[in-house]
């Protein structure tokens, strides 16, 4: 049974920066596309960001240019520049069922218990 877990966190002030991490378990880590997604108060789940095992990367347009996602060993990162009141969400990782990243959440079968990230104006 795979397990995620999402760290890193927190409030920052607009034009801030955060980086999130999110450690993974098994041994087959490297096989699989990762994904970030976030979800805002009463909005549904929203695709953030996206890597291949072959660190080929995919981003949402609204974080495109301010986000980078990358991935090492067991963990994947996302590190969000010039963060927004907009970004505000809980973060979530998850463990994709493609090959390619897929921008739908049913495109990932595992997910992570999420981490909050407030963005203040």
Known sequence: QVQLVESGGGLVQAGGSLTLSCG??????????MGWFRQAPGKERAFVAGITKSANTTYADSVKG????????????LLMNSLKPEDTGVYYCARGRTLW????????DSWGQGTQVTVSS
């Open 101 to 108: 990243v897929g921008t739908a959440s049913n495109a990932y």
């Open 66 to 77: 301010r986000f980078t996602i990358s991935r090492d060993k067991n963990t994947i990162f």
């Open 24 to 33: 993974v378990s098994g041994r087959t880590f490297s096989i699989y596309t």
